[in-house]
């Protein structure tokens, strides 16, 4: 897999059938922020793709998406459970979003990290059965 994995906005975007001032001011950035990163002028940062994966997750999901439990999913360990914040405090749901959770016991403290393990991952898969749009490198 592509060790620099980028999200495609422009594709969330048309998902979710919204212009990009509409976009920008969910996600909270500028319009020109939204502009660049469709125009291949520069790549989302971390904040940005985050927010647009949980606007698409909350749309094919709705009030369901909390229901969603990774745990349960991947079947972790009594220990596994233990060990991790996300089980502790319940968000289950948004694992892929928390930053320095332990998942199958490795610990993902970045975002690059956390998208490479995410992305291949069959909870993350359940919620965006559709997958990730991501931008391809130019040939």
Do not use: Y
Request: aromatic share 6%; with cysteine; net charge negative.
């Amino acid at each position: 897999m592509n060790s620099e994995l980028i999200i495609d906005l422009k594709v969330i975007r048309k998902d979710l059938d919204l212009n990009q001032s509409e976009l920008a001011a969910l996600i909270g950035v500028s319009e020109r922020t939204i502009q660049s990163c469709e125009q291949g002028w520069r790549n989302p940062g971390q904040s940005v793709e985050k927010a647009a994966l949980l606007l698409m997750m909350a749309r094919r999901h709705g009030a369901d998406l909390e229901k969603h439990r990774c745990w349960d999913s991947i079947n972790c360990t009594d220990e596994e459970r233990a060990n991790c914040l996300v089980h502790q405090s319940h968000l289950g749901h948004v694992c892929w979003l928390l930053s320095g959770n332990l998942c199958r016991s490795r610990n993902l403290r970045t975002w690059d990290d956390k998208k490479q393990a995410c992305f291949e991952c069959t909870f993350f898969q359940e919620l965006l059965p559709d997958g990730v749009p991501l931008l391809t490198p130019d040939a």
